[in-house]
């Protein structure tokens, strides 16, 4: 069946860095577009970034351009987010997420169980 | 940016009555919208997408309707294991948005 397990969460002081990654399988992962999404304690859901079945379509909320880059390894199903200049407003748990249908578009399907970002000096 | 508006923000309701939520957004996004259900310490559920599809294994007590900015989700008879909070999303624009949510607890 359909898996995806993030990895990488951590404290991390501000103005640092991480990297978090989303090991997926049961599917042929170069057939779907992948995103991030995060929530912060207690708070609603933010979508954070989005790329491509075939990597040419890479997209990011506001708040994150510029510091965050999103990438994918389709030979090691595998979905990264880089993640620089981290602030206090970064932390959140961030999920992984596969849209439901294949190709560049549709509604979030799938999700991982979620990677905790601390941002706290 | 499509802001996308949900209400109420808390509803109490008891088990077996219905329940309808609103989600409002700033633009016409079609159809292109989905609601989600998220239990304590869970990831969020896709239940409806396309405005009205019922994702697979999705109980036929939830049902979506509307289209353009109004939007509504309506459980028939509240389960134990529907109190929860639902957001909706669009996903017609970029930026992808959410709802704020609504919180559906026992009265």
């Known amino acids: 069946q359909v898996q995806l397990v993030e990895s990488g969460g951590a404290l991390v002081k501000p103005g640092g860095s991480l990297r978090l990654s989303c090991a997926v399988s049961?599917?042929?992962?170069?057939?779907?577009?992948m995103s991030w999404i995060r929530q912060a304690p207690g708070k609603g859901l933010e979508w954070v970034s989005y790329?491509?079945?075939?990597?040419?379509?890479?997209h990011y909320a506001d708040s994150v351009t510029g510091r965050f880059t999103i990438s994918r390894d389709n030979a090691k199903n595998s979905l990264y987010l880089q993640m620089n200049s981290l602030r206090a407003e970064d932390t959140a748990v961030y999920y992984c997420?596969?849209?439901?249908?294949?190709?560049?578009?549709?509604?979030?399907?799938?999700w991982g169980q979620g990677a905790l970002v601390t941002v706290s000096s | 940016e499509v802001v996308v508006t949900q209400s109420p923000a808390t509803l109490s309701v008891s088990p077996g009555e219905g329940a309808t939520l609103s989600c409002r957004a700033s633009?016409?996004?079609?159809?292109?919208l989905a609601w989600f259900q998220q239990t304590p310490g869970q990831a969020p559920r896709l239940l409806i997408y396309g405005a009205s599809t019922r994702a697979t294994g999705i109980p036929a007590r939830f049902s979506g309707s509307g289209s353009g900015t109004e939007f509504t989700l309506t459980i028939s008879s509240l389960q134990s294991e529907d109190f929860a909070v639902y957001y909706c999303?669009?996903?017609?624009?970029?930026?992808?948005?959410f709802g704020g949510g609504t919180k559906v607890e026992v009265k």
């Open positions: 790329i491509g079945s075939s990597v040419t379509i890479i």
């Open positions: 049961g599917f042929t992962f170069s057939g779907y577009y």
């Open positions: 997420a596969r849209g439901l249908f294949g190709g560049n578009s549709g509604p979030f399907g799938y």
């Open positions: 633009q016409n996004v079609n159809s292109y």
């Open positions: 999303q669009q996903y017609n624009n970029w930026p992808l948005t």
